[in-house]
């Protein structure tokens, strides 16, 4: 298999198979790796191959890895257990003697133990060490935050109650996870990249005041832009009923963005791309137009 992606049935695998098909990669060299088969008819209709594996579940990887070229390993959902994950992964890389890795990490400024964003980065980091220590080619993603997710970040009422976030005036690189996907199969289909660690985000990063005066200028409503310490806003979340692992999340990386930690400044996704990836300002035009 010339090409194995994991995590298939969730978006960014799938983005990237989509991208692979679309780039003219033969379908037959596409392997894609599911735990549950139960998700993957729509993979079984673009007719990749799937191979089943459970990031829990060492020999299936080891068994699923085996003829492996290239392994595009998508990072684990299951924040909790996912630094043990993907020790289990990175051995069973090593162990089926795949040529190449290449690894959805985190962006950040620093890797400092005390950053707000330690709550995903430990095992990123973790990640990247290991992949490393395996002597295995690899490329890393640093990937900023998902556009799709900024919704989220603001909320439902957002359009009546404003922007509510402790991210003072830092910024983030936010880019359109499709876009991502793109960014990953011509990664996997173009030389270069070799033992590189490249930051994957928007060409220009905003703050969330300026998503405030964005939303103000589409709906022609004053939204207003308020940042709260992090102890208020995890207050006021509890008070609001959001989960604990939520309101840490978005606290976590609103306070990363306060530190600069996501602020992206560069280009290196537009050219990887292979074009401009789509702004905050038309994402938001096209989310929030009709409300
Ligand atoms: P997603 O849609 O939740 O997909 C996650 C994929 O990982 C799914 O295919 C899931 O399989 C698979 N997976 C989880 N646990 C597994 C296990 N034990 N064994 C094998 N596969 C397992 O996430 P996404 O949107 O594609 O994003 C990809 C990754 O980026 C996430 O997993 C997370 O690590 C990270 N992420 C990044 C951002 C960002 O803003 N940059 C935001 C959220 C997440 P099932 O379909 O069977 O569950």
Redesign the pocket.
Known sequence: MEILV????????NATIKALLNKGVDKNSIGA????ES?ADELKELGVTIVK????DYDSLVNAFKGVNKLFF?????VET?QE?HMTVVKAAKEAAVNYILY?S?QRKTDKKDSPLDFVLDSHMATEEAIKETGITYTFMR????LD?LPWFLGDKVLETGVYLPADEGKVGFML?AEMGEIAANLLTTDGHDNKAYNISGTEAVSFGEVAAMLTEITGKEIAYVSPTYDEFMETMDNAGVPKLFAIMFGGFAQGAAQGELESGNTVAERLLGRKPTTVKDFVKQVYAQK
Not at 33 to 36: C, F
Not at 53 to 56: A, V
Not at 74 to 78: A, G, M, R, V, W
Request: charged share 20%; no cysteine; net charge positive.
């Open positions: 994991t995590g298939a049935t969730g978006n960014l695998g790796l599911v735990r549950d998700k594996g459970d990031y829990n998508i990072s684990s959902s299951e996912r994950q959805t985190i990937n900023n935050l998902y997710f996870r």
